[in-house]
């Protein structure tokens, strides 16, 4: 920090110096002011190297979130499967229990009726054709119960040995889903860490006017990739059902439910304002597409975290940053309603939320004219 304000020293009394300093004293001053330039780049490219760093430890922990939610849905079915199997099973065994008091029963009435009950039959003085139909129902009787305690037996070894099976995959679930429990953590730590480093660099600058620039550079940043959607990206229709985009001003929703803590084209830093506005959310809230469109950018940008960009046509955009997650992929369609995103605070943000933008044809547009909190989206289907 003291070389960082060699600057502010020595510029006031550059000129002054010149004038009386000696070729020597000169050369020193030269010295100190490339070495203070050299320090301060040192910075900015260790600087840069974090933001590497929580780019990669923001996308992981993205598709970590993104693989736990899978898992719990997975695990969610698995004891569903579990519970049935089991239920069946009960009524089986409560089948089989009735069969087995009515086979102790039919087993208590042929051992009254003494052991030898077919000579009985035949010497009981009925009709020889009489003796033979009793004869033939009391063999299918018999193959019948048979059959149907053996099939009984049957199916109850079979459903054992799916809910055994059920069970151990429920299990490796639960516990793949507790390793990347885990693994999120120690990336959450990871993260925090490279946020306080990114921080203390970004300090250590210690220039209003580089913390400017730096939100220039990233603003400028997004520019070039909207620019770049909007030359390459022909094919999105200015009609996808419905209304167009252009025709539903105050008819929109808002894309989470969390109230805006930062205005549109309020002030950002110096002269720089605000495009969009953020969104108070919790992390892990389910971000959603307020219009039917195309996604044509989920990836991870300076500034913005884990970042969406949803094309609706007719040259409107929506953007969907600072993201814990990101649960769609370029090229998806999606309709209002569907899930784009987890809110969070990537990007090297301290606080949860959405940062959310409109745009068309590249210009930044005021949110509220578009979006209305008496406009609803219907409710999330639950896993």
Wanted: charged residues 25%; contains cysteine; positive net charge.
């Amino acid at each position: 920090m003291k070389r960082l304000l060699l600057p502010l020293l020595l510029l006031p009394l550059l000129a002054p110096a010149a004038e009386r300093a000696t070729p020597a004293q000169l050369e020193k001053l030269k010295r100190q002011i490339s070495e203070l330039s050299q320090a301060q780049s040192q910075d900015l490219r260790e600087r840069d190297k974090v933001q590497a760093e929580l780019r990669d430890t923001e996308l992981r922990i993205g598709r970590l979130t993104r693989q736990q939610r899978e898992l719990n849905g997975k695990a969610e079915a698995a004891r569903a499967r579990l519970d049935t199997l089991r239920a069946r099973q009960a009524e089986l065994a409560r089948d089989k229990q009735t069969q087995l008091e009515w086979l102790a029963k039919t087993v208590r009435a042929s051992y009254e009726a003494g052991r030898e009950e077919r000579i009985k039959l035949l010497l009981n003085q009925q009709q020889p054709d009489q003796i033979a139909r009793l004869l033939r129902y009391q063999e299918y009787y018999q193959k019948a119960r048979s059959q149907q305690l053996h099939k009984l037996d049957g199916e109850l070894t079979d459903l054992k040995a799916i809910a055994v099976k059920v069970d151990q995959a429920r299990s490796e679930l639960l516990d793949r889903r507790t390793a990347v429990q885990k693994h999120a953590r120690e990336l959450q730590a990871a993260q925090n860490q490279r946020q306080t480093m990114l921080a203390s660099l970004n300090q250590s600058l210690d220039s209003r006017g580089s913390k400017l620039d730096q939100l220039k550079s990233n603003q400028q940043h997004l520019e070039k990739l909207l620019e770049d959607m909007q030359s390459s990206l022909r094919d999105i229709p200015a009609n996808l059902g419905g209304k167009p985009f252009g025709k539903l001003a105050g008819k929109l929703p808002w894309p989470l439910e969390g109230r805006v803590t930062t205005g549109y084209h309020s002030r950002r830093e110096g002269a720089l304002r605000w495009e969009g506005v953020i969104l108070r959310a919790d992390s892990g809230t389910p971000v959603r597409a307020i219009h039917s469109g195309r996604v044509v950018f989920a990836d991870w940008l300076r500034g913005y975290g884990l970042l969406t960009i949803v094309d609706h046509g007719d040259g409107y955009l929506t953007l969907y940053g600072y993201n814990q997650s990101l649960m769609r992929s370029v090229g998806e369609w999606v309709s209002a309603g569907d899930v784009l995103a987890l809110a969070g605070n990537s990007g090297g943000n301290q606080t949860s939320g959405l940062y959310f933008e409109i745009r068309h044809r590249g210009k930044a547009s005021n949110p509220t004219h578009w979006c209305s909190r008496r406009v609803t989206l219907p409710p999330l289907a639950k896993n």
